[in-house]
Nanobody
């Protein structure tokens, strides 16, 4: 199963972007979904995660600004990013944890300028 992340782009500080992640097929046994980000030379870090029972978790740096959500009908999930900061600039990756393992999407680049 492939994950397709989209919605990245360039935005000014204070602006908003919405990332979306769409699996190519329904992933049976889905347990959780998450967004990560990575900048050159740095480790990939978890930004937001959501367990299928609804519990969410956010990195301290994005709390109150980012929201992870799931659209069960469309089999997609999203990351709404508001009040973006220059330090949010990174390549963002989506991930699904299932009973069969981890599924990662290709990254989508977010660039925030001052």
């Amino acid at each position: 199963v492939q994950l397709q992340a989209s919605g990245g782009g360039a935005v000014q500080a204070g602006g908003s972007l919405r990332l979306s992640c769409a699996p190519s097929a329904k992933i049976s046994g889905t347990r959780s979904m998450a967004w990560y980000r990575q900048t050159p030379g740095q480790q990939r870090e978890m930004v937001a995660s959501k367990v299928v029972n609804g519990i969410t978790n956010y990195a301290d740096s994005v709390k109150g600004r980012f929201t992870i959500s799931r659209d069960i009908r469309r089999n997609t999930f999203a990351l709404q990013m508001d009040s973006l900061k220059v330090e949010d600039t990174a390549t963002y990756y989506c991930k699904v944890n299932s009973a069969w393992g981890e599924h990662w999407g290709e990254g989508t680049l977010v660039t925030v300028s001052s």
